[in-house]
């Protein structure tokens, strides 16, 4: 069994990679629900979303956020009636979104999900971290923003000086997903709002601390290859850099992925993770994205 951590862009690109090389049913996939909220009055849990349309081969792999090819004719609608959408939700997509907050009524998010999952085929399972909601808010210079309004609203451009999220449970399973793993992978996501989330949950920490884990950097160079990480990471006072990260996860992590780009941080990083590999990690063509899943799991 491989455990897999993902956030909801850099993870889900390289999943779709390790599902082409490697039995999907010996996948456990522990997906971050911190940035879950309710908009247009559906429950959205982005990430879960886009690891499980990743899985389906439906995924929009442009946008990393909804249902390729989809159509906006709600989203169109709600435009006309003036109420209009802080969150662009496709057609099919919603529907997904309105079956979740259907079936999370009445069973929970992590059953709803398996659900879901085993409605679309997927043979992997895709585990929420939490079954409880969480608050995040971005602490930034006009005011503390809900992580959305950061991310959409203002496009990320206020200054950053923290990010919080209200205390939650691991769902039940995740420390026992984690322990029965050959090996934990941490994906290329956001250390700060996509992994530490996870890591944080009650127990986690120690488990990874028990298993094998190797981890992918998302940053390849200075910056990231998209997103906010990099403001998170300074706002937090580490080094935007693949040292940044491996400072990050020093207490539990194995082996540390970095790109070609940063060969110099190999023997910097050396000294806090007991193995650094340098490769191609900027996934942009499906062979990319094997390659990486191979090196990774071989
Ligand atoms: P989010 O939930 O949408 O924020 O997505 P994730 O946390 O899963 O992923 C965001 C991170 O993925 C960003 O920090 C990016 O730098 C990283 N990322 C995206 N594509 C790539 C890639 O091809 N290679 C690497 N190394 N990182 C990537």
Redesign the pocket.
């Known amino acids: 069994m491989i455990a897999i951590l993902?956030?909801?862009?850099?993870?889900?690109?390289l999943i779709q990679g390790i599902k082409n090389i490697h039995s999907p049913s010996d996948l456990n996939i522990i997906v971050?629900t911190v940035?879950n909220d309710y908009f247009s009055g559906v429950y959205v849990a982005?990430?879960i979303d886009?690891v499980l349309y990743t899985l389906a081969d439906i995924i929009n792999d442009e946008t990393?956020y909804g249902i390729k090819g989809d159509t906006f004719f709600t989203n169109e609608s709600l435009e006309k009636l003036d109420c209009p959408e802080l969150l662009r939700i496709g057609d099919q997509d919603r529907a997904t979104k309105i079956q979740k907050t259907i079936l999370m009524e009445k069973y929970g998010l992590s059953k709803a999900v398996d659900i879901q999952r085993k409605k679309m085929g997927i043979e992997s399972k895709v585990i929420p971290m939490s079954d409880e909601h969480s608050e995040i808010i971005v602490k930034t210079d006009i005011g503390h923003l809900k992580f959305h309004e950061f991310l959409i609203k203002h496009q990320t451009k206020p200054k950053v000086f923290g990010i919080e999220y209200t205390d939650i449970n691991p769902s039940s399973n995740i420390i026992e997903t984690i322990e029965n793993s050959e090996m934990v992978i941490i994906?290329?996501?956001?250390p700060i709002?996509?992994?530490l989330p996870i890591v944080n949950l009650e127990g986690v920490e120690k488990a990874l601390k028990n298993s094998y884990v190797v981890a992918?950097?998302?940053?390849?160079g200075d910056n990231?290859?998209?997103?906010p990480?990099g403001k998170f990471m300074g706002s937090m006072g580490y080094e935007v850099s693949s040292f940044g990260v491996a400072s990050i996860y020093k207490s539990f992590l194995d082996k540390f992925v970095i790109?070609v780009v940063d060969t110099k941080l190999k023997n910097n990083i050396e000294n806090i993770i007991e193995e650094v590999l340098v490769t191609n990690?900027?996934?942009?063509t499906i062979s990319?994205k094997e390659e990486l899943a191979r090196i990774l799991l071989e």
């Open positions: 993902s956030g909801g862009t850099g993870t889900p690109k971050n940035e982005a990430d886009t990393w994906g290329p996501s956001n709002t996509s992994i992918v950097s998302p940053i390849i990231p290859v998209s997103g990480a790109d990690t900027n996934m942009k990319d």
